[in-house]
């Protein structure tokens, strides 16, 4: 059973602290993505990687940076959390490059920063 | 700008049936997702249409009219597990994934 695993489900953080959010997959997908999910909103993508060390920028990468150093692990960082950085973080991961190709994805980190 | 409309939310009835519509404006089109998402859990996929027509998967249908920049799901037989938020999402000319925000859909009994 294929599996995207996102390590804190929920955080409460501080304004100015620094937040890693991780997520690994056990499908030896090459493509993983990060996505914020807001009320009222569709998802945003904030940041992708097509393979490991690399890393594009996706809609709302602002604020974000990304780690890629194994292919099965996929981080997100927040240098310098914000209250409008109080979202809900998904992330996917997909096989290879093929857009039409089905997404799979974690459970969600529900960040809140005071 | 690039849009993807769906109703806020629905309510249905145990054993009915009930369709969930997407309409989009976007610079091209290579495709249209449906995905379910549970409250709390991930998203998961349900469906995939690139060409018009209707594509059945058991309980559930995706419809596709691309002239129309239409799209809806159809639940038949609902059951209170189908309670859940359902995402479209479309694939633009620069395959680029575009959600829209989802359609809670609510069961009663």
């Known amino acids: ?24 997959q056990d499908m030896d997908h090459e493509n993983m993505f990060w996505y914020r999910q807001d009320p009222g909103l569709g998802l945003r993508l904030i940041y992708f990687s097509y ?3 690399m890393k594009e920028k996706g809609d709302i990468p602002e604020g974000y940076s990304v780690s890629r150093e194994k292919k099965e692990r996929f981080s997100l960082i927040l240098e ?14 997909r096989l290879g490059q093929d857009v039409t190709g089905e997404l799979f994805f974690g459970e969600g980190s529900r960040l809140t920063v005071l | 700008g690039q849009n ?4 806020t939310e629905m309510t249905a009835t145990e054993g009915a049936i009930v369709q969930i519509n997407c309409t989009y404006q976007t610079s091209g089109f290579n495709g249209l997702f449906w995905y379910q998402q549970h ?18 998967k058991g309980r559930f249908s995706s419809f596709l009219s691309r002239s129309k920049g239409y799209s809806y799901l159809l639940l038949k037989e609902l059951q209170m597990k189908d309670s859940a938020s ?8 620069n395959y680029q994934l575009i ?4 359609t809670k859909l609510i069961i009663k009994p």
């Open chain 1, 80 to 93: 310098s959390a914000s209250t409008n950085q109080t979202s809900m973080y998904l992330c996917a991961s």
């Open chain 2, 86 to 93: 359902y995402l479209c999402a479309v694939i633009d000319s």
């Open chain 2, 39 to 56: 409250a709390g859990e991930a998203p998961t996929f349900l469906s995939y249409n690139v060409l018009d027509g209707l594509e059945e």
């Open chain 1, 51 to 53: 393979d490991v060390k």
């Open chain 1, 1 to 24: 059973d294929v599996k995207v695993t996102q390590s804190s489900r929920y955080l409460v953080k501080r304004t100015g602290e620094k937040v890693f959010l991780e997520c690994v």
């Open chain 2, 4 to 7: 993807i409309d769906q109703p």
């Open chain 2, 99 to 102: 959600w829209g925000a989802g």
